[in-house]
């Protein structure tokens, strides 16, 4: 006998038909309502720094007069900030990947280390802003510089780079290690000469990725003490500074007393925008580029 | 990995079916097994191996798939190591040093013995970084002494000729077969003394597993070559030696004349007859 009954199925053919339709409804609808928020966002941002992005903005310094501030010294603070985290992430993270993966015997000690990163990951980053705060700018008397900055900020994202630096060194084919290791090369020359050069990009990426959190991140700075109003630039990493959302933050607080503060703040929004956009696109590009050699 | 070695004196060492391969007195010995067993965790995948493999001969390793053969030739170049849960006892002679001991380094040995690999598996780099690759770990820099070992590498595995124009391209645009015998060059660019190879042509196509079979005749006259191989009609074309492996045993090691012809044990002969396998 038959189990699957031609006229049953044919009677119930519809009902499920009617649902397939209506499951691919409400998810394109809940794709939808992400979309459009960032395109109110966008519109928003956009038509308010009209006017007020031109050369001039992006070269002034800081001013009380809206007309004539600058956020040049928000962009070199960021600058700065970066060149102490993209150093710092990329050693501390690659060489942890490279520890897990490669070294450490797989057990209850690796997988505790494990958890440990991605529970830091899950840390508030105000959280991390009180660490910088006790450790390098108080305890270490760094004071609210570049490098304290830099360092809070490299921890925070810290367990990102990690774990993307795991995923790529784990992709790494088992027999291009076999084929080096059966020459007689050593866990290092394995790990430098075809481990490295093949999960580069991947580690890259996620790098570019860590480092654009970074960039947007206001909470922990705000924590260290970084001022809002700072019109030397910084020098080096033993400068004070600050950075585009802090500007961007305090900014919009300000708007209250002077309203053009507004304009400034979605200008400086927009170039944030625009930064982060390219550093992603430069993130897909790498990993499009490089992806299924194997 | 645990090396446990055990006392000299109370190895067994006879394997039925050796005794024609004893009279040898003109050929030395490269690899001597002597009890060799080999636990996976629990699961013992080799027992007491006792093998002696001869300089400048081909030695196939035969028997079904999960009989030990692929691990024992890891063995035999400590690549089984890679796999944290193997433990190892007993000896493996390799020109009369015990390759278990803690003293004897990996990293020594693995120039002795090559290996190539059942997927060819070249770097994704050049073709001339991928020969040039073992010479470079091992220290050499000139790079008049790296071009020659590359051509010479080139040559021996016979694809000179196809590669020579474009040394520098990935050697991912190469066919699988090329690409196996790049492997076969890479390996012999450290300039080895044995020759591993586990199911070097399983995955090529017919032309290119003749290309391989060749070149194993040729080389053998100046390496020492163990195959291990599920194609029977490999190992008979191939090799001088065949070993049978069964459930982590050795049932038979003889000539591959002998065994094919006239196998002394009732399983070697309904395996290589096809009755099981």
Known sequence: MKYIDAEQVQKKLGSRLVLNNLAKRLFFLATLVGLVVLVILFYRVVTDSIGWIDFDFLTSKLSTDAERAGIMGAISGTFWLMLVVAPITFILGVGTAIYLEEYAKKGRFQAFIQINISNLAGVPSIVFGLLGLTVFVRGLGMGAVVLAGGLTMALLVLPVVVVSAQEAIRAVPQFLRDASYGMGATKWQTIKNVVLPAALPGILTGVILALSRAIGETAPLVVLGIPALLLPLPDGIFDKFTVMPLQIYYWTIDAALVAEYANLAAATIVVLLVLLFLMNSVAIIIRNKFQKRY | MTVITPNKNNFVSDVSGTSSVHNQADKSTVFQTKDLNLWYGEDQALKSINLEIYENEVTAIIGPSGCGKSTFIKTLNRMVELIPVVKVSGDILYREKNILEKSYKVENLRTHVGMV????????????????????????????????????SLRGAAIWDEVKDRLHENAYGLSGGQQQRICLARCLAIEPDVILMDEPTSALDPISTLKIEELVQELKKDYSIIIVTHNMQQAARISDKTAFFLNGEVVEFDNTNKIFSNPSDKRTEDYITGRFG
């Open chain 2, 117 to 152: 690999f059942q997927k060819p598996n070249p770097f994704p780099k050049s073709i001339y970084d991928n020969i040039a690759y073992g010479p470079r770990i091992h220290g050499i820099r000139n790079k008049k002494i790296l071009d020659e070992i590359v051509e010479k």
